[in-house]
């Protein structure tokens, strides 16, 4: 797999670091998704080969969808943070207060190696070893990093590493996918997984539930044709998150940008933005505090729901307005 001549070199530096670690800490992102977990698993697996004892801590509680991941009980809401942890790995995150609970993690800085493990464009370059490479997701990444570092591939890790390349990439189908998108995953393939089983574990398992939270958007969805924008809202306690509401609504023809908003049953107001076309997403995002790529990114604000859209849209809209 093809990487850049600073990122071999910056991967290489990790050797020390690893041979320096006998307990690691491995976080990620907040709301973590199947990137960001199944990378984590995998990491935690390939810790694992050179006698290093791992803790996996995402501070939100998994969504169910991730829950068939190999592995995934090793994930914990908590740590003890008693343990003289040797190095903290920060994966799938594009700045250290990406994090949920990022605070119980400063006594560390300047005192033990902190890696900062990611594909997004917007990453702050935090940490005390920066891995950071515009790719499709950091599953792919890690396929690199594991050529380089000469970690093996098991079945169970080629199985984390693929449903974190196959959510990040959309099945294949976004942008950011790759002629060397396509050998990380020949290369996590000939491992013995089954790319069909696995599709259907991640994509075609939907409980019927989560068919009704995709009705309720599909009937609030508003459609703006002159922007060429579409948008649909979920108020707390419509149901679970099974169904990936905002890849179905990418699915409208006449739609180069589209927005979902739901608010969480503590108030709290998600906001997942797509873009099909030219329009650069991650901008608006940046200026409710969010992040992500150009054309896939996320904002994570306090309620009311329509409070949260009220604003949202209407940066939106200037933004497309100014094309």
Known sequence: MRLSDKTRKAVEALLPVIAGTRRALITVHRDPDTDAIGSALAWAGFLSQRGIESTIWAADPLEPYLRWLPGVPRVQTDFDSSVDYDSIWFLDCASMERVRQYERLLPWVGKRPIINIDHHEDNSRFGDHIVVETISSVGEFLVGIAEILNFQITPEIATCLYAAISFDTGRFLYSNTTAHTFDAAATLVRTGISPGELGTQMFESVPAAGFAVLNLALSRMVIEPERRLAYTSLPKGTGPESIKVV???????????????????????????????????????????????????????????????????????ETLDAR
Do not use: C, W
């Open 247 to 317: 890849d179905f609504v990418r699915q409208l023809e006449g739609a180069d940008v589209v927005v979902v908003f739901r608010e969480q049953d503590d108030g709290i107001v998600r906001v997942n933005l797509r873009s099909k076309g030219d329009v650069v997403v991650n901008t608006v995002a940046h200026y409710f505090g969010g992040g992500g790529h150009a054309k896939a990114a996320g904002i994570t604000l306090p309620g009311p729901l329509d409070t949260v859209m009220v604003s949202v849209l209407a940066r939106l809209r």
